[in-house]
């Protein structure tokens, strides 16, 4: 039977400096997109947040100002064509 030593059951190290080399010449691409993708999952959590506090408000304190805010936000979120 063949032994399998330690050093065959761990990867090799990931060499970071050539990495980061080789990514070099598109970080400020990169680093767009990456802003970017953050900042539109920040945007999109904002109906839904906003959307659960107006629930909360018409169920906790019967508060009939913000429940017309709901049927609203309802429809920006169907025309914006969200599911």
Same mark, same amino acid.
């Given at each position: 039977? #063949?032994?399998?030593?330690? *050093?065959?059951? $761990?990867? %090799? !190290?990931?060499?970071?400096?050539?990495? +980061?080399? =080789?990514?070099? !010449? +598109?970080?400020?691409? =990169? @680093?767009?997109? &990456?802003? =970017? *993708?953050?900042?539109? &999952?920040? +945007?999109? /959590?904002?109906?839904?947040?906003?959307?659960? &506090?107006? &629930?909360? @408000?018409?169920?906790?304190?019967?508060?009939? #100002?913000? @429940?017309?805010?709901? !049927? /609203?936000? %309802?429809? +920006? $979120?169907? @025309?914006?064509?969200? *599911?």
């Amino acid at each position: 039977m #063949a032994d399998i030593g330690e *050093s065959e059951d $761990r990867a %090799a !190290p990931l060499p970071w400096r050539r990495l +980061i080399g =080789l990514l070099r !010449p +598109i970080r400020g691409g =990169l @680093a767009a997109m &990456v802003g =970017l *993708s953050t900042g539109g &999952v920040l +945007i999109g /959590l904002g109906p839904p947040l906003a959307l659960g &506090v107006l &629930v909360n @408000a018409l169920v906790d304190r019967d508060d009939t #100002a913000e @429940a017309t805010l709901i !049927p /609203l936000m %309802a429809s +920006i $979120r169907c @025309a914006s064509g969200q *599911s």
